[in-house]
């Protein structure tokens, strides 16, 4: 996919763990690990919003364009 | 497969054996009585009200307390539903039928009033009491029944998906009881009675009835081949009410929605097939019949269930896919 998802880089420097970032935003283990692992098919603004809060980051920080066009098969 | 599925295959399994039973203990002749059906069980309230009524003070008393009782109840039900403020448009209907329990139950007491009330023109007045009783028997079932369907339309609108379902389900169940009636008793009757009129139009000059007899079974055959695929469809149709309700977006659904499809379309090429596989088979033979019965048949109604279904299969999986891609979005 075009679109990296660098969660788990963030929530090093935080120093927070994917397990209370859960428990913060108020999504589940299995979703946060589909995100991070860049499986998800979309982020709903509202869930960047509290990741963004809680992590103290900006969303640039968790999402990266990687120039490239991304496979269709991924759709 | 479902567990309401199996249970009514079991039940139906069941009504088809009692009643190929009761059709089959039937004299050979012997039409259904539609008439006597349709007074039951007035008629028999009625013959029984009017022997507790003849029976002494009593038993008079007692009689006159059944039917206040049994009249009232209608009304009864009206009175509890606007006190739990749940009372319909439709419920104007109690009175009505009250008005029509008594009236009705107090013709079946005393019959000779049914005589003076339906046939008073008639030559032979007493002898259409029976179809006095079936007449009256009739309305009343018109009038619950109407209540019922208009009840019934009142409360779709507004259910719960859930709910709905579990009235689809019943609805179903019932209809798939009736079209087992249709063909087990009332089915095997006409064929009998066919059996027994050919019998009796060709008994004296012996003549070989065998042929005709193949032929009045294989009719019978065609002829319930579109009710038995109807009954299979509303037996499935509970399936996939119950595979909706459990996970309207799941495997299940979209398998009982395409299995459903799939008779619908099978149904209509088989029915098709048969009548026209009948028919020719009947002209082919027809030299060595003593009886023939030629059809036209255009199953729209299964064409329609069966497009229907097509669709609802699509609808089906683009809402699993469309939800599984949501699941996807965190």
Same mark, same amino acid.
Request: net charge neutral.
């Given at each position: 996919m075009a679109i990296k998802v660098h969660l788990d880089e963030v929530l090093k420097k935080r120093h927070m763990t994917s397990k209370e970032l859960c428990s913060l935003i108020n999504i589940t283990e299995a979703n946060l690990s589909i995100l991070r692992s860049g499986k998800a098919r979309g982020v709903r603004f509202s869930t960047l919003n509290k990741i963004c809060y809680y992590l103290k980051c900006d969303v640039g920080d968790i999402l990266k364009f990687d120039g490239e066009l991304g496979d269709e098969s991924d759709e | 497969m479902m567990k309401s599925k199996r249970v009514i295959c079991s039940l139906l399994s069941v009504e088809a054996l009692i009643c190929l039973v009761a059709a089959l203990a039937l004299p050979?002749?012997?039409? #259904?009585?539609?008439?006597? /059906?349709?007074?039951v069980p007035f008629s028999q309230a009625g013959s029984l009200l009017r022997s507790l009524s003849l029976s002494g003070h009593t038993g008079n008393a007692l009689a006159l307390s059944v039917y206040l009782i049994l009249g009232i109840l209608p009304l009864s039900y009206l009175i509890l539903l606007i006190k739990r403020k749940?009372?319909?448009?439709?419920? %104007? !209907? $109690? #009175? /009505?039928?009250?008005?029509?329990? =008594?009236?009705? /139950? =107090? !013709?079946? %007491?005393? #019959?000779?009033?049914i005589r003076d009330w339906l046939y008073h023109d008639a030559v032979d007045a007493t002898a259409m009491i029976p179809f006095g009783k079936a007449a009256l028997g009739d309305t009343v079932y018109s009038v619950l029944i109407s209540y019922l369907v208009l009840k019934a339309m009142r409360n779709i609108e507004g259910r719960s998906p859930d709910r709905f379902l579990d009235m689809a389900? %019943?609805?179903l169940a019932v209809a798939a009881v009736v079209l087992v009636f249709s063909i087990f008793f009332a089915g095997v009757r006409g064929f009998a009675a066919a059996i027994h009129d050919v019998k009796s139009a060709n008994d004296s000059d012996g003549a070989v009835l065998t042929p005709t007899y193949i032929f009045l079974f294989i009719g019978f055959l065609v002829n319930q081949l579109p009710t038995v695929i109807a009954t299979l469809l509303f037996i499935q149709a509970t399936g996939l009410a119950e595979a909706i309700k459990a996970d309207r977006y799941g495997e299940a659904a979209l398998l009982a929605a395409e299995r459903l499809s799939r008779t619908g379309r099978n149904g209509v090429i088989a029915t098709v097939a048969a009548t026209m596989g009948f028919? @020719?088979?009947? @002209? $082919?033979f027809s030299r060595w019949l003593h009886a023939a019965h030629y059809s036209t048949r255009l199953p729209l109604g299964a064409i329609i269930l069966? !497009?229907?279904?097509v669709l609802l299969g699509r609808y089906i999986s683009d809402s699993s896919r469309l939800h599984r891609e949501n699941q996807m979005f965190i």
């Open positions: - | 050979g002749g012997a039409k #259904p009585d539609t008439a006597a /059906l349709l007074s749940k009372a319909g448009a439709e419920d %104007i !209907l $109690l #009175p /009505l039928l009250s008005v029509l329990l =008594y009236f009705v /139950l =107090y !013709l079946m %007491i005393n #019959p000779g009033l389900r %019943i609805l028919n @020719l088979l009947q @002209l $082919l069966t !497009l229907v279904m």
